[in-house]
């Protein structure tokens, strides 16, 4: 088994008859075969080969088995979004009347599909708050099939303990399903804990500089080959253009994450310091509520950082406005660095009983730390705070 850093460069497809370096771009819908009996075979699945870019392509099966090298995965799938990733999870593996225990720390869209999508087919889910990890089994049920849980959390970067979940798991017989966007897997591998499935937003880190969606669903075998069946006739299939992109991506992700961690554990000290600002949350650091399980399961702290500033809503927007460098986008892990201001643009929607159930408060902000020096992103933060 290679180390991450060499299989995410050096895994790829075979060379072609021009005997390129570096992997080139497969744009085409389909594959050609040689008579009859090799497109019934492939068919057939007696043999491994490319039929339709919606089931597989070069390209999106290179990213797919760096991807499974560098979670210790079997199998996996690589979707458009995120989003297409973690609904055709559900959708392959879950029947009408099954039931998912999930914390209320999840990613906006994913909580929308629990509460307003998944129970249309009769699926449901119930929620266990981020410091309870101690109610999860009494919410259990007979039906009860996925544990689903994601670490760091989103926005509020709050931790699980991934030994526990995979416990729990095990002792009921469920399959622990991990989203690990915040992490990538340079920094956490779930599989280690006890999941079976592990899915990222390939869009953040994993792209690394803000170009294309994507996503990927890695674990088992015999569960992978079920999502693979449903997205080969559902077409959540990622681009191979995306998927070129992402596999080179992967062969800078080891460099890029540890220098995001190091600017974001030294822009978290620094925010420590700021009299402006309170609760400042990142993994990383000793005062964090969760330090000792972070520096169980993570090998960094990540690169998005979560604080309040005093004075809530308005100092929150007036922070936002008086920025010069850093980003206001939807995005995170890119290399620029981006502040957000949650309560006000992507929890906006919830109220505000809501918003403080998933730790959004009206002061609440956040920043994914980018590749910049990190004394101009400093500086840039620390003029906004003379604003005030
Ligand atoms: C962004 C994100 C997603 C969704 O990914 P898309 O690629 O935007 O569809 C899922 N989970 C987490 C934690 C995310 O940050």
Same mark, same amino acid.
């Given at each position: 088994? *290679? /180390? ?39 068919? !057939? ?19 797919? #088995? ?17 989003? !297409? !990733? ?65 670490? %760091?959390?989103? %926005? ?7 030994? /526990?979940?995979?416990?729990?798991? *095990?002792?009921?017989? &469920?399959? &622990? ?51 693979? $069946? ?17 596999? +080179? ?12 961690? /190091? ?9 420590? /310091? ?38 809530? $809503? ?8 008086? $920025? ?31 918003? $403080? #159930? ?16 990190? +004394? ?13």
């Amino acid at each position: 088994m *290679k /180390k991450l850093e060499t299989a995410a460069i050096r895994i790829q497809n075979e060379r072609s008859q021009f005997k390129e370096h570096s992997v080139p771009l497969f744009l085409t819908s389909s594959f050609v075969f040689d008579d009859a009996e090799d497109m019934r075979a492939s068919f !057939a699945e007696e043999k491994e080969t490319n039929i339709y870019s919606r089931f597989t392509n070069p390209n999106t099966s290179e990213f797919v #088995e760096k991807m499974c090298a560098l979670e210790g995965a079997e199998a996996g799938y690589a979707f458009a979004t995120g989003m !297409a !990733a973690v609904f055709s999870t559900f959708a392959a593996l879950l029947n009408s009347g099954d039931h998912i225990v999930s914390c209320r720390s999840v990613f906006g869209s994913t909580h929308t599909l629990f509460t307003k999508f998944l129970p249309k087919w009769n699926i449901t889910t119930s929620y266990f708050k981020i410091d309870e990890l101690d109610t999860i089994e009494s919410i259990i049920t007979s039906k009860t099939k996925i544990l689903y849980a994601e670490t %760091p959390t989103n %926005p509020a970067v709050a931790i699980l303990d991934l030994e /526990k979940l995979g416990a729990i798991a *095990k002792k009921h017989n &469920l399959l &622990l399903v991990v989203d690990n966007c915040f992490a990538t897997p340079y920094l956490q591998n779930p599989i280690k804990f006890g999941a079976d499935l592990v899915i990222h937003s390939a869009t953040k880190l994993i792209d690394g500089q803000g170009r294309v969606l994507g996503g990927v669903t890695v674990g088992k075998k015999e569960l992978i080959r079920e999502i693979y $069946l449903f997205a080969r006739n559902t077409g959540p299939a990622l681009s191979p253009f995306n998927a070129w992109i992402l596999s +080179k991506s992967l062969e800078t992700l080891s460099v890029r994450v540890k220098k995001h961690c /190091k600017n974001a554990l030294k822009i978290a000290q620094f925010l420590e /310091k700021n009299e402006m600002v309170t609760d400042v949350k990142y993994p990383f650091l000793p005062s964090y509520p969760h330090y000792e399980i972070a520096k169980k399961q993570m090998k960094m702290g990540g690169n998005v950082i979560a604080f309040q500033i005093k004075g809530g $809503l308005h100092a929150g927007r007036t922070f936002l406005d008086s $920025l010069k460098m850093c980003s206001l986008s939807a995005n995170l892990g890119d290399s620029r660095t981006i502040v957000t201001h949650p309560a006000s643009t992507t929890h906006s929607k919830l109220t505000k009983e809501d918003r $403080l #159930e998933v730790g959004i408060t009206d002061g609440l902000v956040r920043i994914s730390i980018g590749l910049e020096h990190v +004394k101009d992103i400093k500086n840039d933060l620390k003029n906004a705070f003379a604003a005030l």
